[in-house]
């Protein structure tokens, strides 16, 4: 199910998300939790789904995304973050040895081991005064959550009931 504002107004469709029952070791208790299913949404979908709610071509809508990484990543590499907006902000972090050192000195980029994108939804404020209310774009949606009863690529079964079905971490 899914929620898009076509060229002449907004049409809402209740959006379906799963979940199944997960009890943690660590606790031992119970949680509900996401489970993603089917494939992956390809560029090429995405593409076809911009150009229909905008003017224009899916040609012209997979250039850019196809570009976009790569433009993003010049310029998290040079310090900054991107915002994008209906979406939220990408920077990058740097990834180091868990250990730390003692001293100040001791500090330098050979500690860095790995980068890591870090990924903020955009945030939008409705209201004012005290009944001013925060949304976070992306996940500021009408998600109806149903229990997954199917399978998932994690699970010990053997293979998925969907392509490239999974648990969402």
């Known amino acids: 199910l899914l929620t898009f504002l076509p060229l002449h107004g907004i ?8 979940y199944k029952k997960t009890k943690m ?6 949680y509900p ?6 494939s992956p949404i390809s560029t ?7 150009a ?8 012209d809508v997979r250039a850019v995304l196809t570009a976009l990484g790569g433009v993003m990543g010049d310029f998290m590499a040079q310090g900054r973050s ?5 979406v939220g902000s990408f920077y990058f972090t740097a990834a180091t040895n868990k250990n730390g050192v003692a001293t100040e000195k001791e500090v330098t980029a050979n500690l860095i081991n790995g980068v890591r994108v870090r990924f ?6 409705r209201g004012g005064g005290k009944g001013r209310v925060s949304t976070r774009g992306l996940s500021d949606v009408d998600i109806e959550w149903e229990e997954w009863k199917g399978k998932t690529a994690s ?4 293979s998925p009931s969907t392509p490239g079905g999974s648990e969402h971490p």
């Open 11 to 18: 049409k809402t469709i209740k959006i379906m998300a799963f």
């Open 25 to 30: 070791k660590v606790n031992g208790k119970w």
């Open 33 to 38: 939790k996401s489970v993603l299913v089917g």
């Open 44 to 50: 090429e979908q995405v593409a076809k789904r911009l």
């Open 52 to 59: 229909a709610e905008s003017t224009v071509s899916p040609a």
């Open 82 to 86: 991107v915002k994008l907006d209906g």
């Open 120 to 125: 903020i939804p955009e945030t939008r404020y």
């Open 155 to 158: 699970d010990d079964s053997g």
